[in-house]
């Protein structure tokens, strides 16, 4: 028998990156500044939860300029999303 708890992923468990992922969930792509003020995170918190999703291969990103200030912006990878709405499914099944 499967245990109910089995798809929550550690990856999600801190808040602000269930945020980053929720954000990207529901947007194509999301740029740093924009993630800042709806997380309401300083930079450096922002980074660290970022590259963590990096490292687990649920973000990805890329770097351009805008007139002349380098601009980063965000993209959940398929395998993030599909991590991440299993961890959702697993969350719903164990409030049930």
Do not use: W
Not at 49 to 60: A, G, N, P
């Amino acid at each position: 028998m499967k245990s109910i708890i089995e798809n929550i992923n550690k990856a999600f468990e801190n808040k602000v990156r269930l945020g980053i992922m929720s954000i990207l969930m529901v947007n194509d792509s999301v740029d740093f500044s924009t993630f800042k003020e709806l997380l309401g995170v300083t930079d450096g918190n922002l980074a660290s939860h970022i590259k963590s999703l990096e490292k687990s291969e649920y973000v990805t990103y890329t770097k351009t300029f805008e007139n002349r200030k380098p601009k980063t912006t965000y993209y959940a990878t398929e395998k993030g999303k599909k991590a991440f709405k299993l961890h959702i499914q697993a969350i719903e099944k164990l409030l049930k």
